[in-house]
């Protein structure tokens, strides 16, 4: 500090947040090899691992594919939490993980290098948008189901909002019927 109280190169000091809850950094490991294949960091590690099982069944990330082929086994991945960082420290501590795992020669299915990038660039994530809306406005059945999920949504977050416990209650319970029988079309409501 210089005599003026104020930091040297004259940018505010912000004290980091200690009210926040630690992060934690985990790595994905194989369940027949023990190989680790994913670093990631959660706030909920049980909750984090049960979204990595339900994105796996529609989304077709490196990592997502290989929790996909473990399950068609009947497998899962294990996970485990190396550390709990602060808050503001865990983009810097996941990339160091992800660095160290890959000097140890670790085959990671991460594709980014970890904190907070994105994995695809605007122009990538805005093509993938394209064509995956052309898949489903091409098909008749999926145009209808992706409308009948939209309505069903907007109606679940409208009886939520209200307070209509009931309603919201009543529709989600057979929602998480259908997912259990057609998790290829409606997985993500599996968890409602």
Known sequence: MSNTGQRPDSRRHFEPDQTAPPVSIYVLTCPETGEIRYVGKANDPAARLKSHLRDARRRST???????????????????????????????????????????????LNLAEGGDQPSQTKAQRAGAGRRAAKAVHSDPLRKRIWELKKGLGSFLKFAKDEGRHDSYERIASKLRIVAAKRPDLFGEWATL
């Open 62 to 108: 490196p990592v997502y594919c290989w929790i996909r082929s473990l399950a068609e086994r009947g497998l899962a991945p294990k996970m485990s939490v190396l550390c709990l960082v602060p808050a503001d420290e865990w983009e810097v501590a996941e990339r160091r993980t992800i660095a160290a795992c890959r000097r140890q020669g670790c085959r990671l």
